[in-house]
């Protein structure tokens, strides 16, 4: 019980969020979070090694998040995504491609799955990713022509691999690539209660965007009161105490965050 | 599927789960793999519908008992140590990061007819209800025995040695009554029968200080529990080995374990593909236990029951405890083995609120073993419902390192991992060929590296 007054006596201390990112295989998940973490994109992305989860600050006028990102290690590709993994988190990015319509199909899917079975708190946003190959002026570096957005070379020449449906013909009218149409999905988001964003991992279109609406929209209060989902009444105040920190192999009460 | 894995593991549950990890970890490529479409196979923690799926075919959880994703019923009973083997290893590879714990609020043991609370400390043993006057003088001489023993410094045995005096020999010289030795030897050595009673002592000696090494831990229990059941232990275990590069493929029945013609393990067949593989570890289920086909490669040891309670309201007698474990020592009921009570509630998210979920279980000794469980069934007031199942206990026939087939053992009736533990470290050391013990060391060296 100690813990939770002294939570709440320092506003500054960054408040701790678990976010997921969910979508079918190749969207650019992975993709997302590396821009947002570290402002890079790498065309032919790797899956990471290691790495059970990213944190990336986030500032409001009033509140220092912490984000704790949590990717998928690619177990969603034979369906077989623990549950674990979306438990007690606080809020989720359900990622679709833009320029395939079977993947928003997916994104639903998830979105129905946190809504029956994760945190009833949780905060869901939906990006339409890859939204660069949908426009004008990516779609000029695609077909060759010199890179205006700084980015590197590398990443245009790359992109007919990463999209397998793009060929010279389509790129003169990029909005052909185009599988989901924005308001389409947009009606959606707002039928199912979602932020939604249309976003490029590529050109950083849309994902800082992402991340601080998500920020707004968390009930702070009711993360302090005990973490997330696990707190559904005054008891979770009192249970708080019998929680325990393996890590630190300090008995009882958290160490002060030194983040 | 035609890569070629080092190593294809069958069944996701604590055992193989753990396994994958340390394997993918070490950098082999490993698929893992299991016919149902959840994970933890026998370890696994069920919400209502999937508890009613496998013990009430054809019908629906009631309404009452509230919503579906507040449950998370586990099917074996088990509470990790703080002290533990388990905990050592969720800390070396930095598991502890996907999960929560809460500590288990109370241990007890049944004497006389009644439940009291396990003392673990001399100092708890002089206030413990549990013994009259002079056993309380007589178990505190003991425990403080206990306590003060340096190997090193024999000033500290008082004429025992450990490694070759029995512990029925360490009780008498203690004078202590037969039913003091039975809760320490079940409720705080753990031991399930008496037959360590003739054996040496050093084992019983370890048991026991570990079980008030990890009562000091935390204060309320020698236990720990992870938030949302013990279902999340192997689907951690799995997230770590998917990040070092595992592939996971759930809903996937298993057809065949191929062999060549010296019985060699070759891969797995499902449906008409084959994967190809060095070396294939698996549950007992996918090695011919029950009735599937194929060569049967493991033999039934014993048969367990358990009964899933649901209560609406805390075990009697346990001041209201959130959680709890009962031990009953099969002396005290006439048995060879104990009954175990193990008892969540909505404090770990296995439940809806106010409602607890306690599993009766022990080693099944007759034809009626549901009957057997009787004892410890009625220490727990009105039961809101019951689900009651019968597992047998398989072991593998074969070592593994003839034909690269290394099958795991089914759940005991233990009520901690430590024989898991144990069982992972024995598959450990037979697929790599190196002890595990070095496993650790190197551990610790990369994270110390790390930070
Ligand atoms: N043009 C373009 N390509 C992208 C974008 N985001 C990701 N990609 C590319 O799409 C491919 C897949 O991206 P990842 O980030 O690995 O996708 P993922 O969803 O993490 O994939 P899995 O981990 O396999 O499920 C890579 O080749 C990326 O370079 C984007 O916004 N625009
Ligand atoms: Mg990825």
Redesign the interface.
């Given at each position: 019980m100690a813990d939770n007054a002294e939570t709440s006596a320092v506003p500054d201390k960054p408040i701790q969020v678990k976010l997921v990112l969910l979508g079918e295989a190749a969207v650019g998940k992975s993709s997302i979070v590396l821009r947002f973490v570290s402002n890079e994109f790498q065309a032919n992305k790797e899956?990471?090694?290691?790495?059970?989860?990213l944190t990336q600050k986030c500032r409001l006028e009033d509140r220092v998040l912490r984000y704790e990102i949590w990717d998928t290690?690619?177990?969603e590709?034979?369906?077989?995504l623990?549950?674990?993994?979306y438990?007690?988190a606080q809020a989720a990015v359900v990622v679709y491609d833009v320029t395939k319509a079977t993947s928003l199909e997916k994104a639903k899917s998830w979105v129905k799955e946190l809504q029956?079975?994760?945190n009833p708190n949780i905060v869901i946003a939906l990006a339409g990713n890859k939204v660069d190959l949908v426009t004008a002026s990516s779609a000029a570096g695609a077909s060759g022509a010199a890179a205006s957005n700084g980015d590197d070379d590398e990443d245009e020449a790359d992109d007919a691999t990463a999209t397998p449906g793009e060929d010279a013909g389509e790129a003169e009218n990029p909005e052909g690539l185009r599988q989901v149409p924005k308001d389409e999905a947009q009606a959606y988001a707002t039928e199912a209660g979602l932020l939604f964003f249309e976003t490029s991992a590529k050109t950083g279109e849309g994902i800082v965007e992402i991340f601080t609406e998500i920020a707004k929209k968390i009930p702070i209060d009711h993360i302090l009161n005990g973490?997330g989902?696990?707190s559904?009444?005054a008891?979770a105040g009192a249970?708080a105490a019998?929680?325990?920190n393996?890590?630190n192999n300090a008995?009882?009460g958290k160490s002060p965050c030194s983040c | 599927m035609d890569e070629e894995y080092d190593v294809i593991v069958l069944g996701t549950g604590l055992t193989e789960c753990i396994l994958s990890g340390l394997l993918s970890r070490e950098g082999k490529k490993v698929l893992h793999m299991d016919r149902n479409d959840y994970y933890g196979g026998e370890s696994a923690s069920l919400n209502l519908t999937q508890l009613y799926r496998k013990f009430r075919q054809g019908k629906e959880p009631p309404a009452e008992l509230g919503r579906d994703r507040d449950y998370n019923i586990d099917l074996v009973p088990k509470f990790i140590i703080a002290s533990g083997e388990l905990t050592k290893i969720l800390v070396h590879t930095d598991v502890t990061r996907y999960m929560e714990f809460k500590q288990i609020a109370g241990s007890f043991v049944f004497r006389d007819g009644k439940i009291s609370k396990v003392p673990s400390t001399e100092m708890e043993a002089v206030k413990s209800p549990l013994m009259g006057l002079f056993e309380k003088r007589r178990a505190k001489n003991f425990f403080s025995f206990l306590q003060n023993w340096k190997d090193e410094d024999s000033t500290t045995h008082q004429g025992i040695d450990l490694d070759k005096d029995s512990m029925k020999t360490v009780y008498e010289k203690f004078g202590l009554e037969s039913g003091t030795q039975d809760f320490i030897g079940h409720a705080m050595a753990l031991y399930l029968d008496d037959d360590y009673i003739t054996k040496p002592a050093r084992p019983a000696y370890e048991r026991i200080l570990l079980y008030s090494k990890s009562m000091a831990r935390y204060g309320k229990s020698p236990y720990i529990y992870p938030l949302y059941g013990l279902g999340e232990l192997p689907q951690s275990f799995a997230r770590l080995s998917a990040i070092y590069g595992g592939t996971y493929m759930l809903d996937k029945p298993i057809h065949e374990i191929v062999t060549d013609d010296n019985g060699k393990f070759v891969g797995v067949r499902s449906g008409d593909e084959t994967v190809k593989a060095k070396q294939v570890i698996g549950d007992p289920s996918y090695f011919g236990a029950g009735e599937e086909g194929g060569k049967v490669r493991v033999v039934e040891e014993g048969k367990v029951v358990r009964a899933i309670c649901v209560l609406k309201h805390p075990i009697p007698g346990t001041e209201d405890a959130d959680s709890c474990q009962i031990v009953i020592p099969q002396k005290q009921v006439n048995r060879k083995n104990d009954i175990y009570i193990a008892a969540v509630s909505s404090t770990h998210n296995v439940a809806a609120k106010d409602v607890w979920i306690a599993i009766v279980s022990t080693i099944v000794e007759t034809s009626v073993p549901e009957r057997e469980l009787a004892p410890g069934l009625q220490l727990l007031g009105t039961i809101h419902d019951k689900f009651v199942s019968i597992s047998s206990l398989y072991t593998p026939t074969a070592d593994g390192k003839s034909d690269n087939i290394f099958v795991t053992r089914s759940y005991d009736a233990t009520s901690h991992f430590e024989t898991v533990v144990d069982d992972v470290q024995d598959v450990w050391q037979r697929v790599t060929g190196k002890p595990f013990s070095e496993l650790e060391l190197k551990k610790a060296d990369m994270d110390n590296v790390q930070e």
């Open positions: 899956p990471t090694i290691g790495a059970a989860f290690a690619g177990q590709r034979f369906h077989s623990a549950p674990m993994y438990r007690n029956r079975q994760a973490r989902g696990a559904r009444s008891a249970a019998d929680a325990v393996l890590q008995p009882k | -």
